[in-house]
């Protein structure tokens, strides 16, 4: 989309365990806002906000830590092995996290009407959000990768982290439909070499 805002908004995303994390550190090393999703959905989830409390009642104290934390471990062991349910939970927290984002995007534009605003969101294509930002920056890695990390990362087994990687939108889908595409199996240095030529283009955009 075109924006009517005087900065950018670039939605960053990708596959899971492709490297957004290590892509979206390099860009706020280069002087980017980071808008980071996750971040934004733990906060929408603490223990008696609304979000909470509609994923308690609809999911059961059984995704609940002693603390009243929500167990994500607990609750994404439910969601990954049911679409239904994950569309259900995504309903709860991906309007809470949009509201939280735009209020952050124009606080950006208010500070720096040149600002590169990067939003850092996972489910991107899957949420529609691609449809309110300016640009789309995926990030891709091959399959075996992605479960290689998965394992090392989280734990999983092999078949889940296939079940989770599945659990997305395929990223060549993803990547007919970015704007910018950088390979997260690139080698630090060069990676770094490339966010920040990219950087350099969004600052002209902005």
């Given at each position: 989309m075109?924006?009517s805002?005087?900065?950018i908004?670039?939605?960053?995303t990708?596959g899971?365990?492709?490297?957004?994390s290590?892509?979206?550190?390099?860009f706020?090393?280069?002087?980017a806002?980071?808008?980071?999703?996750d971040?934004?959905?733990?906060?929408?989830?603490?223990?008696?906000?609304?979000a909470?409390?509609?994923?308690?009642?609809?999911?059961?104290?059984?995704?609940?830590?002693?603390?009243?934390?929500?167990?994500?471990?607990?609750?994404?062991?439910?969601v990954?092995?049911n679409?239904?349910?994950?569309?259900?939970?995504e309903?709860?927290?991906?309007p809470?996290?949009a509201?939280h984002q735009?209020?952050?995007?124009?606080?950006?534009?208010?500070?720096?009407?040149?600002?590169?605003?990067?939003?850092?969101?996972?489910?991107?294509?899957?949420?529609?959000i691609?449809?309110?930002v300016?640009?789309v920056?995926?990030?891709t890695a091959?399959?075996?990768?992605?479960?290689?990390?998965?394992?090392k990362?989280?734990?999983?087994?092999r078949?889940?982290?296939?079940?989770?990687?599945?659990?997305?939108?395929?990223?060549?889908?993803?990547?007919?439909?970015?704007?910018?595409?950088?390979?997260?199996?690139t080698?630090?240095?060069?990676?770094?070499?490339?966010?920040?030529?990219?950087?350099?283009?969004?600052?002209?955009?902005?």
């Open positions: 075109v924006s805002r005087p900065m908004l670039v939605g960053l990708g899971v365990a492709t490297g957004k290590t892509v979206a550190k390099m706020e090393r280069c002087g806002l980071i808008i980071d999703a971040a934004l959905a733990h906060h929408v989830m603490k223990p008696g906000k609304p909470w409390r509609a994923i308690v009642k609809t999911f059961g104290k059984t995704v609940l830590n002693p603390d009243r934390t929500l167990n994500r471990q607990a609750l994404g062991a439910i990954f092995r679409r239904a349910k994950l569309r259900r939970l309903q709860i927290i991906h809470r996290v509201r735009l209020a952050l995007t124009r606080q950006a534009a208010r500070k720096d009407p040149n600002a590169v605003v990067i939003y850092d969101v996972p489910l991107l294509f899957e949420a529609g691609d449809k309110r300016d640009k920056l995926v990030v091959d399959r075996e990768t992605q479960i290689a990390r998965l394992k990362r989280n734990g999983f087994t078949a889940e982290a296939i079940r989770r990687i599945r659990s997305q939108m395929p990223i060549k889908q993803k990547a007919a439909a970015a704007d910018y595409l950088l390979d997260g199996t080698a630090r240095p060069r990676l770094l070499t490339l966010v920040k030529r990219l950087y350099r283009e969004l600052r002209t955009l902005a």
